[in-house]
Each structure stands twice: as C-alpha cells, then as structure tokens.
C-alpha cells in the first residue's frame, strides 16, 4: 500500500512543512525542548500540540525530542518518548503514526528519506535504544511488539539502476533480539521470534524462531512472542 492510498483510506490529505510552519517548530522545540521534568513534561504536552498532526492524552516526552515535519506526526495516547528521540518526516507527502501506549526508547531515529514515506507503530509496542528506522518504504510495525537496541528497520534497497522501496512489515506480537538487521521486501509474521544478529532478508512465516546470517528458521515458537 502507498502512503497515498493509505492517506484516502483514512480521508487524510497529504501533508509537507512550510517554510512558517517549520521556523514555529523550530522556536517551540528550542524553547520546550530543553526543560528537565516534570515541568517539561508538562509544557511539552502541551505546546508540542501545535507542531503536530495530532498529539493524544497523557503523552510523556523527556528532554531532546526532535520533530522535523511534525506537520506529518501522529502520537497516540499514552505513549512514552524518552531522551534524544529524532522524527525526520519532513519529505513531502509522508507519515508517521504511532499507536497508543507505546514506548520509544532513547535515540531511537526514524526518517522518512524520500516523499510518500508511511511509517506506521501499533499500540503496545515497544522500541528499544538507539533503534534506527527509514523509509522511503513503507514500515509498519504491529500491535504488541518488543523490538531490542540497535536493530535496524531500513525499508530500501540499491539495485541496478535504481533504489526500490517493497517495504517492511513486523506483524503483531513479534519479539525482535538486540542488533537484527531488517532488509527492504520483508514480513516478519505474527508472533515470530529473531535471534540477536540475525540479518533478516526474507519472509519469516508466523509463530516461528529465527536466527543467524541470514536469517532462518529453526523452529516453531510455543505461542505469539514466546520462544
């Protein structure tokens, strides 16, 4: 699915930062952006309402978030974003949407590299340290996933002559090791289990263990995200 046949799905119109609307970003960031909690918490719940697309109840955001485009930013209820977060969703046309109840550990970085970028996190899901995720692919990830440090969601890929964008998707109740490499044209499925390491560069068929490089299957798991 593209970002724009998702944005008609949910009557959305597509969005790009102006020149006005990233110099508020700016200025709201640098002013909010610095202040220890609680009482950044508190400010930045509600001045960073007027940055982005939509902003849900009881959102706790820690010091050094960065928004770029966060015109193109949904963040549901409930969610948790810790220290040095970095949102780059400033290409044209692009989103991101992340579900309630989640959590976004330190220096996660996500960006959409290129326009019509869609990147989407489901409720309850969790994404460890310094994660780093990008597009121009669409990304989603489901409901009820744990997603250790350092792994890698780059949803692209240089074949001659020209980049591809297949996308990536980690279905719900997936748990994903430390250090995992997810290539572009990926379906991690439901319930599935990857090893720390693994390079992952094929599909994964749900309820299943996987680990090494490249990735494989070496058994079945005895329940969604249960090894």
Same mark, same amino acid.
């Given at each position: ?16 930062? *102006? ?7 700016? *200025? ?18 509600? %001045? ?19 928004? #770029? %485009? ?5 963040? /549901?209820? &409930?969610?948790?974003?810790?220290? &040095? ?13 992340? /579900? ?11 960006? @959409? ?30 409901? &009820? ?6 792994? $890698? ?9 020209? #980049? $591809? ?19 572009? !044209?990926?379906?991690? !499925? =439901?319930?599935?289990?990857? /090893? @720390? %390491? @693994?390079?992952?560069? =094929? ?7 996987? +680990? /090494?490089?490249?990735?494989?299957? +070496?058994?079945?798991?005895? !329940?969604? %995200?249960?090894?």
């Amino acid at each position: 699915m593209t970002v724009q046949e998702a944005l008609n799905i949910n009557q959305l119109p597509p969005t790009s930062p *102006t020149v006005l609307s990233r110099i508020i970003e700016l *200025t709201i960031i640098n002013l909010l952006g610095w202040i220890p909690r609680p009482l950044g918490v508190v400010l930045r719940r509600l %001045g960073y309402r007027f940055i982005l697309a939509r902003m849900g109840q009881g959102v706790y955001m820690q010091t050094g978030v960065e928004f #770029l %485009g966060g015109c193109s930013i949904e963040i /549901g209820d &409930d969610t948790r974003i810790m220290r &040095d977060v970095r949102f780059d969703m400033k290409a044209p046309n692009s989103l991101l949407r992340i /579900g309630k109840n989640v959590c976004i550990d330190r220096g996660v970085d996500i960006k @959409a590299t290129v326009s019509d970028c869609l990147i989407e996190i489901g409720e309850n899901s969790y994404l460890g340290p310094y994660i780093c995720m990008a597009g121009p692919g669409h990304i989603k990830i489901g409901k &009820d996933c744990l997603i250790a440090s350092h792994t $890698t969601i780059y949803a692209n890929n240089h074949r001659e002559p020209e #980049l $591809t964008r297949e996308g990536i998707e980690i279905q719900d109740n997936c748990w994903i090791g430390s250090g995992v490499r997810i290539l572009d !044209g990926v379906t991690i !499925g =439901k319930g599935s289990v990857i /090893g @720390a %390491g @693994a390079v992952v560069n =094929k599909d994964i068929p749900p309820l299943s263990i996987a +680990i /090494g490089v490249p990735a494989k299957v +070496i058994k079945p798991t005895k !329940g969604p %995200g249960r090894a």
